[in-house]
């Protein structure tokens, strides 16, 4: 923390904290963190629908199809829209091919999950 703001200026906690572990020559396991967040799954995803639908959600059916290109929602999800179910599908598939070696030790599951179509 080099650039530290001035109410924590003098406070070196992290500072002091970090030089007694690099003092410490003690073996420390890793431990290995999955970290997930905010997956917001849209199980009503429909890939080709129109992305820029204008709502806080779009990439469903009712959007419409796409008429031009860009509005197009491609497979793996556009950022005007919630996660297609394909993408946390691909996670886990992926997630479930790590060998025991590299598979996390602790997966923490953070945020919300819930589409953002606040209109239902």
Do not use: Q
């Not at 406070?11 to 970090?18: A, G, M, S, W």
């Not at 963190?33 to 080709?48: A, K, M, N």
């Not at 996670?91 to 953070?110: G, M, N, Q, V």
């Amino acid at each position: 923390m080099r650039d530290k703001p001035e109410s924590i200026k003098n406070n070196d906690f992290h500072d002091k904290l970090y030089d007694e572990i690099k003092a410490d020559k003690k073996e420390r396991k890793t431990v290995k963190v999955l970290h997930l967040s905010d997956p917001h799954p849209d199980f009503e995803y429909f890939e080709g629908s129109n992305a820029n639908c204008g709502k806080p959600v779009c990439c469903r059916i009712d959007d419409g199809l796409a008429e031009k290109p860009e509005d197009f929602a491609p497979k793996y999800g556009h950022p005007n829209c919630d996660a297609p179910s394909i993408v946390l599908e691909s996670a886990f598939e992926y997630l479930r091919s790590f060998s025991e070696e590299d598979k996390p030790d602790l997966i923490l599951w953070t945020g919300d999950n819930t589409p953002h179509d606040v209109w239902k």
